[in-house]
């Protein structure tokens, strides 16, 4: 079955603290890999992909990403978070043979203390 | 703002009541998607179109919901005798197809809260 797992679903950081949140998935194929956030009152924003290439990927903001194939990961990473990162965060894969949707996890709630 | 629309942006019905949502995707994408995302969850897949057909249901997708993109451009949600159990925030999306990484933006979503 296709599947999504964030390990996370709540963390509080204090400001300057790094940041990893982690992603697992289950999915027959070539994946693509992305990483949406959504702050208070705001829409599912795009924070970075993987579709090819290197596994390191970096995306707006400051955050990073790495896809790990043999272990069906794609963590997200900030080596040092902000107040302003205070927001829910998404995992998702979708198959790269263009299939259409994609299957998200069941999202992590940061929670940055000034 | 020629971002993903969605109208409304709120709907409180009864229980039995018929709605429907609306959603205007980005002017030159050719998919759309539909997702429901409940308190605490990821969106869920429910269906998308590729123009003005639909290509995926997701088996969440009961008869009571219906999908239609008439003529490739927006899209409408509707529900037929609402249940409490489809209160839940409706996202839309859309995205280009054939672009390597098929980046799905999405819209604000319609909160739908049924009595």
């Known amino acids: 079955a296709q599947s999504v797992s964030q390990h996370n679903h709540h963390v509080i950081l204090s400001e300057a603290a790094s940041l990893e949140l982690g992603c697992n998935y289950s999915?027959?194929?070539?994946?693509?890999l992305f990483w949406y956030v959504q702050y208070p009152g705001q829409h599912l924003q795009l924070l970075l992909k993987y579709f090819s290439g290197d596994p390191l990927v970096k995306g707006i903001k400051g955050f990073e990403a790495e896809f790990i194939k043999s272990k069906f990961s794609f963590n997200l990473r900030k080596p040092s978070v902000q107040w302003s990162d205070t927001a829910e965060y998404f995992c998702?894969?979708?198959?790269?043979?263009?299939?259409?949707?994609?299957?998200f996890g069941q999202g992590t709630t940061l929670q940055v203390k000034p | 703002d020629t971002g993903v629309s969605q109208d409304p942006r709120h709907k409180i019905t009864k229980r039995g009541q018929n709605v429907t949502f609306r959603c205007d995707p980005i002017?030159?994408?050719?998919?759309l998607y539909w997702y429901r995302q409940t308190l605490g969850q990821g969106p869920e897949f429910l269906t998308y179109f590729q123009n003005e057909a639909q290509l995926e249901k997701s088996r969440l997708l009961s008869d009571r919901f219906s999908a239609e993109r008439p003529k490739g451009s927006f899209s409408t949600l509707e529900i037929q005798r609402t249940e409490q159990g489809d209160s839940a925030m409706y996202l839309c999306?859309?995205?280009?197809?054939?672009?390597?990484?098929?980046?799905?933006?999405f819209g604000p979503g319609t909160r739908l809260t049924v009595l």
């Open positions: 998702a894969v979708g198959g790269s043979s263009n299939t259409g949707k994609l299957i």
């Open positions: 999915y027959g194929g070539t994946v693509n």
């Open positions: 002017s030159e994408h050719n998919r």
């Open positions: 999306a859309s995205s280009l197809a054939g672009t390597a990484s098929n980046e799905q933006f």
